[in-house]
């Protein structure tokens, strides 16, 4: 054999992400909420279309922003959740000995 089978890409079936998070999405027309695990990797673009269209197939129609106490702005599709600035806490959390999901970001 020239190609080990743990390196033919044959064989690949998806890639191993850093970190996995939990992000919750609401369609605020609707009222719905879906809670989704998603790759730290992932742009929004990905996530809308390889997890969240299954849920609501309409989702590339819609504007997608982020709402905080101080403001709300238009998120960057193109981008990740931390490059948008929605960012990850639940180490904080659980070293203040909270659930990991105590707060999942929306």
């Not at 992000?23 to 809670?35: D, F, H, I, S, Y």
């Not at 790759?39 to 969240?52: A, D, F, N, P, V």
């Not at 806490?89 to 999942?104: K, N, P, R, V």
């Amino acid at each position: 054999y020239d190609l080990p089978w743990w390196q033919d890409s044959r064989y690949v079936i998806g890639h191993l992400t850093r970190k996995s998070r939990r992000l919750k999405v609401v369609n605020v027309l609707t009222g719905n909420e879906a809670t989704l695990e998603v790759c730290s990797e992932e742009t929004l673009q990905e996530i809308m279309i390889h997890r969240y269209m299954d849920v609501n197939a309409h989702a590339s129609s819609y504007t997608w922003k982020r709402h905080d106490s101080e403001s709300t702005w238009t998120l960057d599709m193109t981008k990740t959740l931390e490059e948008n600035n929605i960012l990850d806490e639940t180490e904080e959390f659980e070293a203040l000995g909270l659930a990991s999901d105590h707060y999942i970001p929306a």
